[in-house]
């Protein structure tokens, strides 16, 4: 076995190693090599620690390579080729890796100023010598007023003045130097209950160093195991004055004009074609004329927070509350908002404001239907909705009404965001799992609706908080019809049943299934591998889902081959209404 490295993870793995095998296999006689690229091991420590290790690397008969910097690697062969006259070469049937860091190769590839070995050069204030614009700290980073070698216990204490100097930068202000310690300390366990401290130019060594050690490695280890379930949308995210000032209710607990006018001078302009419905002034409430030959649609929709990031949430909760005009067929015309902010100084309160309405704006202005009006409030912890208009001709409006038997119904949509979402509040979640459920959500439906008329749609609705077993039975029960479901065919999205196998729902879906008895009293579903985990997932609550519709046999696949060219990805034909 060969450990690549010669520093303290390399020493330190290699005892390890060498340990507890000899525990769980002590029949069998490994030979233990550690590579060393330098003349000595564990560069950087005193030579009261280097004689310390060699000693115990020489009783536990661990080879030391000197002076071998690895150049190749091939059929269970290390090489050293830097020098042609003296070819170096060790067999061994397993490599540990525990080199230095190196750098990438992009740094250099950019122009920023780079050493020789590619690390990105920066001044005290850990700011690039070449683009003053660049900040860099840790392994990535050579500080040139004080050279350091590279190790968590320099890059660690660079956070708080990394983010001092990004905070002066963006502010116009004087950077602050940062001096790193000179001297940190270091233990270096021999990985059967022994170690050895340095610090300086001193070592002390014993069991009592390995239990100094334990002590704070499992401190620090049970800071990332033991995770308690994150506060995503804190009852109160605010200053200490703030949070301690009593606070009103009524027409008091009102985000102040002030901060209403500076944000709704940053929001996108209300097109022309509406200006001409609405009032222009500050009136108590907006009025637009409806065109005799339509009807008007309206829904509202609101929900507590349940992503950091409020751009986003604003887009989520638009195209949430945009679902219910697209699932009638309806044309987006206009858009109130109703927000609640948590309590905080107005700074706080004007910058999430803000994000919230610029993130929504991006939504709904792309839809047709424009904010031209709403209310703001205070709040224990943020929420956001929406009360929407639409438009449509009399003889055009889809209900839920009027499957029939034969149809094929299509869900447009993958389904899990309430399980994820209920994951990722526990820690529980991927983020490319979170990742994917979010750019889900951000796809609106608005194409999908415009082309259900071509086709003949019999009945449609969009699947949201009820989940998709809800939704369904609304349909069936007021269609009069049954539904044969194929539970292969759902669209899931990636980690959903991986997190309901652990258990993880959604709060609602207690509630959701509720209806299960009557649900299967209308609907068979068709066995399948993981059918209780399909099953379960019917009562996913879902945010800013698909449309669910039905639509002729004939139709079908035409149907669904226009709506995967049109992007959605995930749209499948899931039964057949009998």
């Given amino acids: 076995i060969a450990l690549v490295g010669a520093g303290a993870s390399g020493v330190e793995v290699a005892l390890a190693v060498q340990h507890r095998l000899s525990q769980l296999k002590p029949e069998l006689t490994l030979r233990y090599h550690l590579v060393s690229a330098t003349p000595d091991i564990l560069p950087g420590h005193n030579d009261k620690v280097r004689k310390r290790y060699q000693a115990v690397l020489d009783k536990r008969n661990v080879r030391v390579h000197r002076n071998f910097r690895v150049t190749r690697v091939a059929a269970g062969n290390l090489f050293d080729e830097s020098d042609p006259a003296t ?55 050579d500080v040139l007023d004080h050279a350091r070698p590279k190790a968590g216990v320099f890059a660690v204490r660079q956070g708080k003045p990394l983010a001092e100097n990004l905070l002066r930068a963006l502010s116009g202000e004087k950077l602050k130097p940062f001096v790193p310690q000179k001297k940190f300390l270091s233990l270096v366990s021999t990985g059967d209950k022994y170690a050895v401290a340095s610090r300086g130019a001193w070592a002390l060594s014993g069991k009592w160093v390995w239990c100094w050690k334990d002590a704070i490695d499992r401190k620090f280890m049970n800071r990332l195991n033991t995770l308690s379930m994150p506060q995503i949308t804190s ?27 500076r944000v709704l001078a940053d929001m996108p302009h209300i097109p022309q074609d509406k200006l001409a419905l609405v009032t222009q002034h500050h009136d108590d409430a907006v009025v637009f004329s409806v065109p005799a030959d339509k009807l008007l649609v309206q829904s509202v929709d609101a929900f507590r927070r349940f992503i950091e990031d409020d751009f986003v949430f604003g887009q989520i909760a638009a195209n949430h509350a945009l679902g219910d005009l697209y699932a009638m067929g309806a044309t987006p015309h ?245």
Wanted: glycine share 10%; proline share 4%; net charge negative.
């Fill in 87 to 141: 070819l170096k070469t060790l067999e061994c049937d397993e490599i540990i890796w525990a080199t230095s860091a190196s750098a990438p190769f992009w740094p250099k590839q950019t122009g920023l100023a780079c050493s020789d070995k590619g690390f990105i050069q920066v001044n005290a204030c850990l700011q690039s010598i070449s683009h003053p614009s660049v900040f860099a700290a840790g392994d990535i980073a």
């Fill in 235 to 261: 009852p109160v995210r605010a200053s200490p004055e703030a949070k301690d000032a009593m606070r009103c209710g009524g027409c008091g607990a009102k985000v102040g004009q002030p901060i209403l006018e």
């Fill in 334 to 578: 206009s858009t109130q908002a109703m927000v609640t902010l948590p309590y905080a100084r107005e700074q706080m309160v004007e910058q999430q404001l803000k994000h919230l309405m610029l993130g929504a704006a991006s939504v709904l202005n792309a839809s047709g239907a424009p904010m031209i009006g709403g209310h703001t409030a205070e709040g224990q912890e943020l929420s956001l909705g929406f009360a929407v208009n639409g438009l449509i001709d009399r003889d055009k409006l889809l209900t839920k009404r009027g499957l029939k038997p034969g149809d094929v119904l299509i869900l447009t949509k993958a389904l899990g965001t309430g399980a994820l979402f209920a994951a990722d509040m526990r820690a529980r979640a991927k983020g490319s799992w979170i990742k994917a459920a979010i750019a889900s959500m951000l796809v609106s439906n608005q194409q999908a609706s415009e082309m259900l008329c071509q086709y003949a749609v019999t009945a449609c609705t969009d699947v949201t908080g009820f989940g998709l077993a809800g939704h369904l039975l609304e349909m069936l029960e007021g269609s009069h019809c049954h539904v044969r479901l194929d539970l292969a065919s759902l669209p899931v999205l990636d980690g959903t049943l991986a997190v309901m196998q652990e258990g993880i729902f959604s709060s609602l879906y207690p509630q959701n299934k509720q209806i299960q008895s009557k649900f299967s009293a209308y609907v068979k579903c068709e066995p399948c591998p993981e059918e209780a985990l399909l099953q379960a997932l019917l009562f996913d609550p879902q945010t800013a889902g698909g449309l669910l519709f039905g639509v002729s046999m004939e139709n079908a696949q035409n149907c669904l081959d226009a709506l995967k060219k049109l992007g959605y990805v995930d749209a499948s034909i899931i039964g057949r209404v009998v």
